[in-house]
Nanobody
Framework: QVQLVESGGGLVQAGGSLRLSCTASGRAFSTYTRGWFRQAPGKEREFVAAINWRGQTTPYADSVKGRFTISRDNAKNTVYLQMNSLKPEDTAVYYC???????????????WGQGTQVTVSS
């Protein structure tokens, strides 16, 4: 059983930055893909970014490309999402996820965190 716990969310002004963290515990698989998704009010959950276990492959959603950076520290079982140049439309609950293979669709991620709120004011 894997537990994923996100942290780092909060309120920030447009143009600001936040760094989200997600630490895995329990039966954590260091070779698994880690990902970030988000869900804005009234919208479906959408893919943000993912990273394979070596950190070599990092697909991003077009909406965050060039502004967000995903990284991981396998020794700490932690994945990060550095978010720069934040926009009001980035406001959402951000979820981290873990899956066996690199993917950008949520059905291929088997473990999920509870989510952390990110609010960007204009």
């Amino acid at each position: 059983q894997v537990q994923l716990v996100e942290s780092g969310g909060g309120l920030v002004q447009a143009g600001g930055s936040l760094r989200l963290s997600c630490t895995a515990s329990g039966r954590a698989f260091s070779t698994y893909t880690r990902g970030w998704f988000r869900q804005a009010p009234g919208k479906e959950r959408e893919f943000v970014a993912a990273i394979n276990w070596r950190g070599q492959t990092t697909p991003y959603a077009d909406s965050v490309k060039g502004r967000f950076t995903i990284s991981r520290d396998n020794a700490k079982n932690t994945v990060y999402l550095q978010m720069n140049s934040l926009k009001p439309e980035d406001t959402a609950v951000y979820y981290c996820a873990m899956g066996k293979n690199l993917a950008t669709t949520q059905d291929l991620f088997s473990s999920w965190g509870q989510g952390t709120q990110v609010t960007v004011s204009s």
